[in-house]
C-alpha cells in the first residue's frame, strides 16, 4: 500500500523536497508514496505547491488544507513531512503522532529543548514514527567519512575541526533565505548556531560520536538584516534578535574533541577552510574536499575517500547507502522515513538524534551566555536552559 504523504509548510524547503525528494524517489520506484495533501496556514503557497506536486510527480492534485488540525483529522495521510518554520515543528508533530500519524521534521529540529523533548515523548506514547529530515546526513561526503572510520581505516578520532565564520549565501547583513522569522528569537529559537549548527553537529556527531560537553561563545554581529531589491535599494528590514556568529569547543565520549565555527553575518568576506571539515585520528587523517575526501597517513600515502569507498566497500552497503546511485540527500533522508514508516521501524535518523543535534546547539548558545562550559546532559534533561525559558513559557511549554 502506499503511503499518502501530507506535507504541512509550504515554503522554500518544502519545494526541494518535492523536486529533489519525492520526484527522484517516483522516478527511480524507490519508495510506494502518494502525495495525497498538503497544508499552509498561507492558502496560496499551499495551492502553488499543490500545482508543483501534481506536475513534479505526474499523479493526482494532493488535496490542500490551511489549518494543520483538519488535516490530521482528515483521515488523509500515514506520514507527514513537517516543512514550517521552526516554531511550528512541534504542535505540528505533536498533533499528528497522538494521532498515529508517522512525522518527519526539518532541522532544527524544535523551537527548544524542552518542545523536542515533547515531540520524541509523543513518538513514544503512540508507536509512530519520528524522523529527523537532515539531508547532509545521507549525503556522500559524510556517509563515506563514517565509512572510512567504521572500516578503521584511518584509526579513531581525536581532533576534529569544522565550518567557518561565515555564510556567502547570507552574508553581510541579508534576511536569511528571505524568511525574517529566522531572525526572531521565538519563531526561530535560535540563529546561525541553531539553523546552520543542526547540520553540522549531525556531522560532528556522526563522525566523533556522541558529544559530553561544550563550551562557546556566540555573538551578534549584525542587528539589522536587509533584503534589497534589483537596484539595491533596500525593500525589507528585520531587526535580528538573535546570534549570527559562534565559536564552539566540543568534548566527545571517546575523549577526542572538536572546534567548531559557524555564522551568516559579518563584514567584508565570509571566512572558512578548504573542505570545511578536517579530522585527525590515531592513524590518519581525513579532509573534506570538492571531490569527497582526501585520507593521508604518515608514511605519505594519500587516497580519495570516495575512489576507496566505490572499489572497496561492500556492493550491498554501496546500494544501501546510495540505491540506483542515488546520492541526492532529500530523497535519501525521505526514503529512509518512508521506509520506517511501511515497517513500522525506526528510521536511521529518528527523533531523538534530531533532538541531540539540536540539543548541542543549545549547549553552545547556553554556555556563552552562563560563561562556562555545559554538559549535553544539563541542557537535555532541562537543567539548564536560561536562554530557552522565555521561549518555552511563550509556548506553554513551561
Ligand atoms: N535541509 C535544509 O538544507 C534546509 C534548507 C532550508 C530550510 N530548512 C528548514 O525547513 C524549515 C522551513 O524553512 P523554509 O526556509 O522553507 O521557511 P519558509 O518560511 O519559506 O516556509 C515555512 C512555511 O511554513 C508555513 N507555516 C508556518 N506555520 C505554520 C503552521 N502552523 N501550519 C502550517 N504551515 C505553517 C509558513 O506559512 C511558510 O509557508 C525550517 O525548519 C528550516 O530550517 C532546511
Not at 523551537?111 to 529530515?133: C, E, F, P, Y
Request: glycine residues 12%; hydrophobic residues 45%; negative net charge.
Amino acid at each position: 500500500m502506499a503511503v499518502r504523504v501530507g506535507i504541512v509548510g509550504c515554503g522554500g524547503i518544502s519545494r526541494a523536497h518535492v523536486q529533489r525528494g519525492y520526484r527522484l524517489l517516483r522516478e527511480k520506484g524507490l519508495a510506494d508514496f502518494r502525495l495525497s495533501a498538503v497544508c499552509d496556514v498561507d492558502g496560496r503557497r499551499a495551492e502553488a505547491v499543490a500545482d508543483l506536486a501534481a506536475s513534479a510527480l505526474g499523479e493526482d492534485r494532493p488535496r490542500v488544507f490551511t489549518d494543520p488540525a483538519d488535516l490530521v483529522a482528515s483521515g488523509t495521510v500515514d506520514a507527514i513531512d513537517c516543512c514550517t518554520a521552526v516554531f511550528a515543528h512541534h504542535p505540528v508533530a505533536v498533533a499528528a503522532l497522538a494521532a498515529g500519524i508517522g512525522v518527519t521534521v526539518e532541522k532544527p529540529f524544535a523551537v527548544t529543548v524542552r518542545a523536542g523533548r515533547r515531540m520524541v515523548d509523543a513518538a513514544r506514547r503512540s508507536g509512530a514514527v519520528l524522523a529527523i529530515s537532515e539531508n547532509v546526513h545521507f549525503e556522500p561526503r559524510q556517509r563515506i567519512a563514517s565509512w572510512v572510520l567504521e572500516q578503521e581505516r584511518i584509526g579513531a578520532p581525536q581532533v576534529i575541526v569544522m565550518g567557518g565564520t561565515g555564510t556567502a549565501a547570507w552574508f553581510p547583513d541579508k534576511i536569511v533565505a528571505n524568511t525574517p522569522w529566522r531572525h526572531q528569537r521565538l519563531l526561530a529559537g535560535a540563529g546561525a548556531v541553531l539553523d546552520l549548527g543542526s547540520h553540522s553537529f549531525d556531522t560532528l556527531r556522526t563522525l566523533g560520536g556522541e558529544v559530553v560537553q561544550v563550551s562557546a561563545l556566540t555573538r551578534q554581529l549584525v542587528p539589522e538584516r536587509l533584503r534589497r531589491g534589483p537596484g539595491g535599494e533596500v525593500v525589507e528590514r528585520a531587526v535580528s534578535e538573535v546570534d549570527d556568529v559562534a565559536l564552539v569547543l566540543l568534548t566527545f565520549a571517546s575523549g577526542a574533541i572538536g572546534m567548531f565555527g559557524t555564522g551568516w553575518g559579518g563584514h567584508g568576506r565570509p571566512t572558512s577552510f578548504a573542505g570545511g571539515l578536517a579530522l585527525q585520528c590515531s592513524a590518519g587523517s581525513l579532509q573534506y574536499t570538492e571531490e569527497g575526501g582526501l585520507l593521508a597517513w604518515d608514511d605519505g600515502r594519500t587516497e580519495n575517500a570516495s575512489a576507496l569507498f566505490h572499489r572497496e566497500a561492500d556492493p550491498a552497503l554501496r546500494e544501501r547507502f546510495f540505491p540506483q546511485g542515488v546520492t541526492e540527500g532529500f530523497a535519501l533522508e525521505l526514503r529512509d522515513f518512508l521506509e520506517a514508516v511501511v515497517r513500522h521501524s525506526l528510521p536511521e535518523n529518528d527523533g531523538e538524534q534530531g533532538l541531540r543535534n539540536m540539543a548541542v546547539a543549545y549547549a553552545a548558545i547556553e554556555s556563552s551566555l552562563l560563561g562556562r562550559g555545559v554538559t549535553l546532559q544539563e541542557i537535555l534533561d532541562g537543567r539548564v536552559s536560561t536562554y530557552q525559558d522565555p521561549i518555552d513559557r511563550h509556548w506553554g511549554l513551561l
